[in-house]
């Protein structure tokens, strides 16, 4: 059974500050290698895309290297998925509302090979996420439905991450953990959507910056 275990391609601890402070996802900007789940594939500029800044780099706040955040991000970049899942998981005890904290505790779930467990925490983390974030978190519920064989689902969740905004159209293509629905004609009409999200995402990064270009 395919299991997704590296860390995002580009993911430095700057990355994962940007997630913490629940920046949006460019999803073509960052690519993660296959068979790995997605963060909320984070970056410095992806508020942008999404109009919510214009200068983020002014506007946001530094995550301390000591928050509790901070040290389980280092426990995933380090591959510790095991202890990275127990810190994530002591957050969602603490913080249930805290979609962040269940999304990043489904991925350490997933990437050490606990797809059961990762499977509800997707979900979970899609339930209280919003957006782009949303549509990750049903992007790697999807995944883990691939992976156990139970294509019904899979295609569903799939096109509940698409409707959701997911903009992954590169991933969508070359995730192994979607081999097993790719063939499927409901997947080509979920990357038409996707395709969809992924040129209206650019357009508004285009028209964000156009602003932001305009105000200095």
Same mark, same amino acid.
């Given at each position: ?9 580009? %993911? !430095? ?14 999803? %073509? ?22 109009? #919510? ?11 301390? #290297? ?22 994530? #998981?002591?957050?969602t005890e ?11 505790y489904g ?21 209280? !996420?919003?957006?782009?974030? #949303? ?12 992976? =156990? ?10 096109? =509940? ?14 995730? =192994? ?15 038409? %959507? ?10 508004? =990064? ?11």
């Open positions: 059974q395919t299991m997704k275990s590296n860390l995002l391609k580009y %993911t !430095g601890f700057a990355m994962a500050a940007a997630f913490a402070m629940g920046c949006a996802a460019d999803s %073509t900007s960052v690519q993660p290698p296959q068979n790995e789940p997605l963060t909320h594939q984070a970056k410095a500029d992806s508020a942008e895309a999404q109009g #919510k800044m214009c200068d983020h780099k002014h506007d946001k706040k530094k995550m301390s #290297k000591d928050s509790p955040m901070a040290k389980a991000w280092e426990l995933v970049e380090a591959k510790n998925y095991g202890e990275a899942a127990t810190a994530f #998981k002591s957050m603490s913080e249930p509302d805290n979609a962040k904290a269940w999304h990043m991925y350490a779930l997933h990437a050490k090979g606990d797809l059961d467990e990762a499977l509800e925490a997707h979900k979970k983390a899609a339930e209280l !996420g919003e957006g782009k974030h #949303k549509g990750t978190s049903l992007y790697n519920a999807a995944c883990v439905y691939s992976l =156990k064989g139970d294509t019904e689902n899979a295609l569903t969740y799939l096109e =509940k991450a698409a409707a959701a905004g997911f903009a992954g159209s590169k991933h969508l293509t070359t995730d =192994k953990d979607l081999d097993s629905i790719r063939n499927d004609a409901r997947f080509s009409a979920i990357m038409k %959507t996707v395709e969809g999200n992924h040129a209206e995402m650019k357009a508004e =990064k285009a028209a964000a910056g156009a602003e932001c270009q305009h105000k200095h």
